[in-house]
């Protein structure tokens, strides 16, 4: 820790000077994680809690699209990215373009998008969802068929939880898709007795061989409340680290993939963000209003 002290140290210090808080995903480093953020939970989590901060800056230990959804939130605040360019396989995977041609494809066909998805695109959707709560948005639209955009896995793993139809997009996250049946049944016998927990945006083969399949946050919970003796996270390496910490008692497997955006947070990008205020995150108004109707629909739920 001490090779983190002095922008640790500085970090503290500035959030005083001024005001400001920082919101960190789950997937950042322990010493973000753990030592700097104020707040920290999974996509759903940050999104709730971004609207309840209170101070005049934020900084968003993420990626973009998280970035931009604490702004559609707190459109007074001065929200900042350290690193624009981190970016998300799932949010390139699709423009307003495309979901416009996915309307006229299918017309009267409610979309659905994950958050995971740049502001111009929520602002062609009806409503966002996160892994957390993905199912119960799509049922409660109360309509036979959605659209649900990008995540090709995510959408395919809430179809086998629910009769409603959905029509999927071909987005995949490039950390999860790479997890597979074989990974697990291997991790089974090298570690026998061990508890498989997988995020939904893995291929729904690794979510029909898990023992349990929910967000960052869920997979925390999981582990909190049931304890099991060894446990694998099969998501982003970061997750083990910082849920490991808070229990000492259970063994970590950690064979994991690490996800380049979340990476390019760091706390020196971090300190400087506080100290040069940047990179201020703006989104065109007009984009704005209707992304954040997409946003706030969920909200509601
Ligand atoms: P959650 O934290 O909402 O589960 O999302 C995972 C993710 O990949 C975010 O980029
Ligand atoms: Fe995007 Fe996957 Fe990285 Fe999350 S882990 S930011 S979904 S690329």
């Known amino acids: 820790w001490s090779a983190f002290s002095d922008d640790i140290d500085a970090i503290l210090a500035l959030k005083r000077e001024r005001n400001a808080v920082i919101l960190a995903h ?79 494809r299918y017309p009267g066909v409610p979309v659905v998008t994950y958050v995971n998805t740049c502001a111009s695109v929520k602002a062609e ?76 945006e893995c291929p729904p083969n690794v979510v029909a061989e898990a023992d349990f399949a929910g967000s960052t946050a869920a997979m925390s919970d999981y582990v909190g409340r049931n304890k099991p003796s060894r446990v694998v996270l099969m998501t982003e390496c970061s997750m083990s680290d910082n849920v490991a910490v808070e229990h000492p008692e259970v063994e970590f497997i950690r064979p994991c993939n690490l996800c380049p955006h979340m990476k390019r947070i760091t706390l020196a990008n971090i300190r400087t963000a506080l100290e040069q205020n940047r990179h201020v995150v703006t989104i065109d108004p007009q984009i704005a209003d209707r992304a954040r109707q997409s946003v706030e629909r969920m909200l509601a739920i």
């Open 125 to 200: 959707a009806d409503i966002c969802c996160t892994s957390g709560n993905a199912r119960a948005v799509v049922e409660s639209l109360g309509v036979p068929c959605v659209i649900m955009i990008p995540d090709e896995y995510l959408a395919k793993n809430v179809a086998a939880q629910t009769d409603v139809e959905i029509i999927a997009w071909k987005g995949h996250c490039e950390v999860h898709e790479r997890f597979t049946p074989a990974d697990i049944r291997e991790l089974r016998e090298a570690h026998p007795g061990i508890t498989v927990l997988a995020h939904p």
């Open 26 to 104: 789950n997937y950042q480093t322990p010493e973000i994680f753990h030592c700097v953020a104020d707040i920290v939970g999974d996509s759903l989590a940050l999104a709730r809690e971004a609207m309840t901060v209170d101070a005049d800056v934020i900084v968003l230990a993420g990626v973009h699209f998280m970035a931009e959804t604490t702004k559609l939130l707190n459109p007074a605040k001065t929200v900042l990215l350290p690193d624009v360019s981190a970016g998300c396989s799932l949010a390139d995977s699709i423009t307003p373009a495309d979901v416009r041609l996915l309307r006229e």
